[in-house]
């Protein structure tokens, strides 16, 4: 005779037509008096009896209504939809590419409470491969937050992805910096270019392609003011960009550039050449008082950018294939770092947090040598 199971430990029966054994606790009661059961199978009486456990530690830490069957991938199109999609449009477009390339194939199909930490990391390294450290990071990220949502909708007990840690992954293309006779070169294809003023601002001021992008004119001064006391030169007031919210990478990258007198003359022919693409254009120009905007006024993506970069620098020696605009802005911190300027002044100039973000971006546009305490020596210890 089979022993009665107690009270609060559940039911345990086999199932003659399913043949399987049935699993059943009652979890809570509807407001007319029904009970509320959690049902598990197994093909044989320890598998039910371990889901069994498993429910009734459910329902002992507050899980108790929680789908046992959630996968991962809903996990992630959840997160997607509800917390991603709130983002601006390129940041939940990217997010979700990354999420359907990398995520959901190797992953998906597992279900939420099932997924170790082993099958993380084994997932993270064999992604190491073919992925560069920071693309780890970023689909660690996607995952790690995806699993955070779903556990505080008690669809999982914890987070995992937590525990794991990101693999060094495949080298990226390095960044590059043109030489002095490089950045003459491009200067030079530049000119008489629609694109050219975007070219010089870039190279001359180190700005960053998103906040080009985002400048306005009334954030443009091309006279100054010689007759204040200090005098004012002309200047260019990075206080936009393209980012959601419209606001700098940082707070310490809203700044104000002076001009160098190259940059001033391209600003100047840029104004000129866009008042007649405004009269060409008509009625389809749609003022937002771009400094740089396309045919009809409107914002620049990178596309535009890229590709009108491109074209002028196949006008050089250079492979065009292997430059992008960002580098422009490396460029100029090598040229600074080529005559001297100090490491701070540099770092003040791109708008970078600290010293120490300029030295990990452009380590390799900035000089190796600290010459001043070798110089001090030479005037102490004259020979």
């Known amino acids: 005779m089979t022993k009665r199971r107690s009270r609060g430990e559940g039911e345990l029966r086999w199932d003659e037509t399913r043949q399987r054994w049935i699993a059943t606790f009652t979890v809570g009661y509807t407001p007319d008096g029904r009970?509320?059961?959690?049902?598990?199978?197994?093909?044989?009486?320890?598998?039910?009896?371990?889901?069994?456990?498993?429910?009734i530690r459910d329902y002992e830490d507050g899980l108790t209504l929680a789908r046992g069957n959630a996968t991962v991938e809903?996990?992630?199109?959840?997160?997607?939809?509800?917390?991603?999609?709130?983002?601006?449009?390129a940041t939940y477009e990217a997010g979700q590419t990354m999420c359907r390339l990398h995520v959901i194939p190797a992953l998906g199909k597992l279900k939420l409470r099932e997924l170790s930490a082993q099958d993380v990391d084994k997932w993270l390294m064999a992604k190491s491969k073919a992925l560069s450290t920071s693309t780890l990071r970023l689909i660690r990220s996607y995952?790690?937050?995806?699993?955070?949502?779903?556990?505080?909708?008690?669809?999982?007990?914890?987070?995992?992805?937590?525990?794991?840690?990101?693999?060094?992954?495949?080298?990226?293309?390095?960044?590059?910096?043109?030489?002095?006779?490089q950045a003459e070169a491009v200067l030079k294809a530049a000119e008489g270019?629609?694109?050219?003023?975007?070219?010089?601002?870039?190279?001359?001021?180190?700005?960053?392609?998103?906040?080009?992008?985002?400048?306005?004119?009334?954030?443009?001064?091309?006279?100054?003011?010689?007759?204040?006391?200090?005098?004012?030169?002309?200047?260019?007031?990075?206080?936009?960009?393209?980012?959601?919210?419209?606001?700098?990478?940082?707070r310490k990258s809203r700044r104000t550039l002076a001009l160098p007198q190259r940059a001033v003359e391209a600003l100047q022919t840029q104004k000129a050449q866009q008042e007649e693409e405004k009269k060409a254009a008509g009625g389809r120009w749609t003022d937002q008082g771009l400094v740089f905007a396309s045919l009809v006024g409107t914002e620049l993506d990178s596309h535009?950018?890229?590709?009108?970069?491109?074209?002028?620098i196949a006008k050089t020696d250079l492979d065009p294939t292997k430059w992008t605009p960002r580098e422009l802005r490396h460029s100029f911190v090598s040229?600074?770092?080529?005559?001297?300027?100090?490491?701070?002044?540099?770092?003040?100039?791109?708008?970078?947090?600290?010293?120490?973000?300029?030295?990990?971006?452009?380590?390799?546009?900035?000089?190796?040598?600290?010459?001043?305490?070798?110089k001090a020596m030479d005037r102490i210890f004259k020979i």
């Not at 809903?74 to 449009?89: G, I, K, M, Y």
């Not at 975007?198 to 006279?223: F, K, M, N, P």
């Not at 770092?337 to 900035?366: F, M, N, W």
Request: glycine share 6%.
């Open 35 to 55: 009970r509320i059961r959690k049902k598990a199978t197994g093909k044989t009486k320890t598998e039910a009896k371990e889901k069994l456990k498993e429910i």
């Open 74 to 89: 809903e996990a992630v199109n959840d997160w997607l939809n509800f917390e991603l999609s709130r983002r601006d449009t």
């Open 143 to 181: 995952l790690n937050r995806s699993v955070k949502r779903a556990m505080a909708r008690d669809l999982v007990k914890r987070n995992v992805v937590e525990l794991c840690s990101v693999p060094r992954g495949k080298e990226g293309r390095p960044s590059k910096a043109l030489t002095l006779a």
């Open 193 to 250: 270019a629609r694109m050219q003023g975007y070219i010089v601002l870039a190279l001359l001021t180190g700005a960053r392609t998103e906040e080009l992008r985002a400048l306005t004119w009334d954030h443009v001064d091309l006279d100054g003011d010689p007759e204040a006391v200090p005098a004012v030169p002309p200047h260019v007031a990075v206080w936009r960009s393209v980012r959601a919210g419209g606001d700098t990478k940082t």
């Open 304 to 312: 535009n950018v890229r590709r009108a970069f491109r074209l002028i």
């Open 335 to 374: 040229l600074l770092s080529d005559q001297g300027i100090p490491l701070e002044e540099i770092s003040r100039l791109v708008g970078h947090s600290s010293t120490a973000v300029t030295e990990l971006v452009y380590r390799k546009q900035i000089r190796p040598v600290i010459q001043e305490g070798a």
